[in-house]
């Protein structure tokens, strides 16, 4: 292996670092590639070295942005009961999207226009799945009620989150991830499985008192 590659790879890295706080924080449409070369401190070639042109480094960043997104379901210090680890999730998931607003909103509204982000999309939901079904111990494939059940929950946080971000965080955060929390089990504990152990699961969820 060259001696320059570990170098490269860094550069790279560290360019994808600045692009995404510059993507985080301003829309795509008003950053340009001149933005990104300037703030990361590197001539504009560079960057089409790496990346080609602003989309591919934009992709690269949604790439980065969903794997983040993923370690959010692991579980946390503190997290030691199934409800504590929801809780955490929920929270995470919407602090995310609040310190990431302006990409998180491109994406969760760009359905259908670029196959290469749908894609993206679609790798964060099946991750937010598995981390309900490890959560409520479900093996195998879950039932169709549950499936749309489980993929409905995270589309509802989804969504609130979005008009939470898009009017300007006009709730304590507090008070929407309780929301967000009660909704999710709301839509689960709609469902009438036919697993004793998924059903005790849900129903293990719910607050005490």
């Known amino acids: 292996m060259s001696a320059t590659t570990p170098v490269r790879g860094q550069r790279r890295a560290a360019l994808v670092a600045v692009a995404s706080q510059m993507f985080a924080s301003r829309p795509y449409d008003e950053i340009y590639i001149s933005d990104i070369a300037k703030e990361a401190g590197v ?100 039932d169709p009620l549950m499936r749309i059940a489980m993929r409905g929950s995270l589309g509802a946080v989804d969504e609130m989150t979005m008009d939470w971000l898009s009017h300007g965080l006009d709730m304590p955060l507090d008070h929407l991830v309780e929301l967000a929390y009660a909704t999710l089990l709301a839509i689960l504990g709609s469902v009438c499985t036919e697993d004793p152990r998924v059903s005790a699961a849900v129903a293990g969820l719910a607050p005490v008192g």
């Not at 692991?74 to 504590?84: A, F």
């Not at 999730?89 to 302006?102: G, K, L, T």
């Open 43 to 142: 001539a504009h070639g560079l960057l089409f070295y790496h990346f080609k042109d602003k989309r591919g480094l934009y992709l690269e960043v949604l790439r980065q942005m969903q794997a983040e997104i993923s370690a959010l379901h692991d579980r946390r210090p503190g997290e030691d009961t199934n409800p504590q680890w929801l809780r955490g999730v929920v929270r995470r998931q919407i602090e995310y999207r609040r310190d990431h607003v302006h990409t998180s909103m491109a994406i969760m509204r760009s359905g259908g226009q670029d196959p290469e982000v749908d894609e993206l999309i679609e790798q964060t939901r099946r991750s937010g799945v598995c981390f309900l079904r490890q959560l409520l111990g479900v093996t195998g494939e879950p």
